[in-house]
């Protein structure tokens, strides 16, 4: 009876630094930023932001590989500085927010991309369909706590996507040539996190 509760508190000891190493973020909205860029009229760059978002980032420090992401964005809080764009992007030629009122992305995979930076594959789901993409992440802050007694940690990442993939198809021919709207868009991400408070 003795070996057998030794050897429990000896699996205990052994399991408990594993267990410390997995923590839970939630991602502040108020210090972060999804934001995007489409070429507009082949000539340049137009860039905007969703300003409505949620996530939760279960981050593995001893084992990267088994972190976990989930988003949320409202895409009717998008935001490009002009109101009547902004309102065409909500309409049923773009998002069609009435229709489908959140995007999320899940990820699915964690790879270790070499000096702390990462590649994060995951489905991005936007106007009801869902495609695989890959997030190139940089490598985590270090931990810091705030005037508030709150830790805090952050990174950035960033993607490529073609619009059309996800069903975002409308545009208009150039009598120059070309079209009024790209389809690929960059997406940039600065993401500062919060730490879950023990329970």
Do not use: C
């Amino acid at each position: 009876m003795k070996h057998f509760i030794r050897s429990i508190t000896v699996g205990l000891t052994l399991l408990l630094p594993a267990m410390a190493s997995a923590s839970t973020w939630s991602i502040d909205p108020d210090h972060s930023s999804v934001g995007f860029k489409v070429k507009h009229l082949m000539v340049s760059n137009v860039r905007g932001s969703f300003e409505k978002y949620t996530g939760v980032v279960d981050i593995d420090d001893k084992d990267i590989t088994k972190s976990k992401v989930d988003v949320t964005i409202d895409p009717n809080s998008i935001n490009t500085n002009v109101q009547k764009r902004d309102e065409h992007l909500r309409s049923a030629d773009f998002f069609d927010v009435a229709k489908f009122p959140i995007m999320t992305f899940v990820s699915k995979k964690w790879t270790n991309a070499g000096q702390g930076a990462m590649k994060v594959t995951g489905d991005l789901t936007i106007h009801g369909v869902t495609r695989s993409v890959v997030l190139n992440v940089a490598p985590f802050s270090k931990e810091s706590k705030d005037p508030w007694g709150n830790i805090r940690r952050g990174t950035s990442a960033g993607t490529k996507i073609n619009r059309k993939d996800f069903g975002l198809t409308w545009n208009k021919s150039l009598e120059t040539g070309g079209v009024l709207v790209g389809e690929e868009v960059d997406i940039s991400l600065e993401v500062e996190m919060i730490k879950a408070q023990p329970k």
